[in-house]
């Protein structure tokens, strides 16, 4: 060993060779280093890249169809069997979503198939337009009690205002405790088999409610946006002409499409028959189900209100002085929900009372109930509280009976419109509340 080498050793420095060993080695690692930085950030870019794309691909949905979810006492068994709904849309698209509810469930509820496809007529179906529903990957998905779930998008050309039908394969023995009663659309139920996507289905059962089904949502523009009608029995469209969508919520959404303006807008129906706004009865009452069926609505931006005449005739239809309500309860109530929808950045209109005299129960009007109906519509009228109001009872009441229906607008009850009536309503709806220039 050389003197110099030794002094280096003794000293802890390197001797010239060893140096150009260490400095190759020292360049490796900084080689190898910087590679693997580099790998890391194209990592974080390309994730980021994913997540972005996703989120553009995801960027806005807004629902096109919707039936608010009653629990039912009595409610009919499906065991093993292949429901088809059939559900009118309104906003068209090149991507849709289904939503389903076990929101009266008492235990889990087990989908073993779900099916989207565009109906051709009664339990038929284009079997070129079918498609596989799938929740997060998977065919099936198991709802827990009270919860939703909503299925992955999948292409599909589905235009506006069209009919399409949603199969729901239930492999359990399930009671439809989660329905929407007053359908108004013919619902089959098969024999017992899985016939999601079937061309046909042939039904040993035939209802008018929908079962589990609560929406159906559209991948649209950033400009979309939705309306949803909060009401009752009237908004349900009670007394018009099954399977004609002559709900004038329906009604409403054929003259929004027709007109450039505002045919971005879509009309989600949140009418429940019987309901009420401050006590349950037929369904949860309006203000226990109003984040849910409505300001929590994907893609919502205006709501139209139609509640009251039930809280103030019901307690007397069945003999219970404990729900009776008075007029400034209601006006309360009223303004709860306007407070509400405006902490959410919505626009919410209400619509007046309609007339109601002469419904063939016992009770279920008298002068003095009446009276509270004509002062919750004088205090819509005239309070300023709603953003809108739009006069449904002076466009229905038969003027030289206020309290009446007009007879040409009287499905028969004196107190549901007809479907002529219904179509009164829409055309009466100035669509200029609807358009927002800050959208």
């Known amino acids: ?57 995801d960027a806005h949905w807004v ?19 292949t429901v088809r709904q059939i559900v009118h849309t309104t906003l068209g698209g090149e991507r849709v979503r289904v939503r389903f509810s076990n929101a009266y469930g008492t235990s889990g509820l087990v989908i073993g198939s779900a099916h989207v496809a565009i109906s051709t007529g009664g339990a038929s179906i284009s079997s070129g337009t079918d ?40 492999p359990e023995n399930v009671a439809a405790t989660t329905q929407h009663s007053v359908g108004l659309q013919t619902t089959y139920i098969s024999a017992s088999g899985d016939f999601t996507g079937a061309a046909a289905i042939e039904s040993t059962t035939t209802t008018q409610s929908y079962y589990f089904l609560t ?100 307690p007397g239809l069945i003999g219970n002085a404990a729900e009776v309500v008075t007029v400034a309860q209601m006006i309360q109530a009223h303004r709860q929900m306007i407070d509400r929808a405006h902490a959410m950045g919505l626009r919410i209109y209400g619509s007046t009372l309609t007339p109601v005299e002469g419904y063939p129960f016992p009770g279920f009007w008298t002068p003095d109930l009446e009276a509270k109906r004509q002062a919750v519509n004088h205090w819509i009228r005239t309070s300023r509280a709603y953003d809108a109001v739009i006069d449904f009872d002076m466009l229905l009441r038969d003027p030289s009976h206020p309290s009446r229906l007009l007879p040409a607008y009287d499905s028969g009850d004196h107190l549901h419109p007809n479907d002529g009536g219904y179509r009164t309503m829409a055309d009466a709806i100035d669509l200029s509340l609807f358009r927002d220039d800050e959208d």
């Open 131 to 170: 498609r596989v529903l799938k929740f997060n990957g998977s065919p099936t998905i198991t709802i827990p009690a009270g919860a939703l779930v909503v299925s992955d998008p999948v292409t599909f050309n589905m235009p506006a205002l069209s009919d399409l039908a949603v199969d729901l394969y239930l």
């Open 1 to 57: 060993m050389s003197s110099l080498t030794q002094i280096l050793k003794c000293r802890g420095r390197t001797t010239p060779s060893e140096a150009g060993v260490a400095d190759v080695r020292s360049r490796r690692r900084s080689l190898a280093t910087g590679a693997a930085i580099l790998l890391a950030l194209s990592a974080i870019v390309f994730t980021t890249s994913v997540i972005a794309t996703e989120r553009r691909d």
């Open 215 to 314: 929406g159906v949502e559209v991948s649209a523009s950033n400009r979309a946006r939705a309306i949803v009608t909060l009401g009752d029995s009237v908004t349900d469209g009670f007394g018009s002409t099954p399977d004609t969508n002559q709900r004038w919520p329906n009604l409403l959404a054929e003259r929004l499409s027709s007109n450039w303006a505002t045919s971005r807008l879509t009309v989600l129906n949140a009418g429940v028959s019987g309901n009420r706004v401050l006590h349950d009865f037929v369904g949860t009452s309006a203000l226990a189900r109003l984040d849910r069926d409505t300001l929590v609505q994907t893609g919502v931006k205006y709501v139209i209100v139609g509640e009251g005449n039930n809280d103030f005739l019901i």
């Open 63 to 81: 629902g096109t169809w919707s039936a608010s979810p009653q629990g039912v006492a009595a409610p009919i068994q499906i065991n093993g069997q």
